[in-house]
């Protein structure tokens, strides 16, 4: 596999970069929601207890999503650090060269298909 050529190597940054931009958008707006609708649960608390549970889990599912989105965040930075290191593009566990498709697809990878899948695995 050849390496990334430059012009591969920009294209991925900026899709990085604007992901990243989404994301701390997303993760900002998701807090803020969860801590709008937990205001909104102490007021139907103080009335009557009908929705409570409704509402507090969607504040929750909110917090969810935010974890994952700062998850992402996380690897995002893990990708910029290894493009800044000229390691970007190789497998964080077997250092093969990540295939293109894949980066495309998803920039943020750090692992080539198998180890991604070995990785998965082990997590479960
Ligand atoms: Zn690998």
């Given at each position: 596999m050849p390496p990334l050529s430059p012009a591969d190597l920009a294209a991925l940054r900026e899709a990085l970069l604007g992901r990243r931009a989404q994301l701390s958008a997303e993760i900002s707006d998701k807090l803020t929601d969860a801590r709008s609708e937990r205001i909104g649960t102490d007021a139907v608390a103080s009335t009557d207890g009908g929705d409570r549970a409704a509402i507090s889990s969607a504040g929750d599912l909110d917090i969810a999503q935010a974890r994952r989105d700062a998850d992402e965040l996380q690897e995002i930075e893990g990708a910029e650090e290894r493009i800044n290191a000229r390691?970007?593009?190789?497998?964080?566990?077997?250092s093969e060269d990540i295939p293109i498709a894949r980066l495309r697809a998803?920039?943020?990878?750090?692992?080539?298909n198998q180890c991604q899948q070995a990785a998965e695995k082990a997590r479960h």
């Open positions: 390691t970007y593009g190789q497998c964080i566990d077997c998803y920039p943020a990878a750090a692992r080539c």
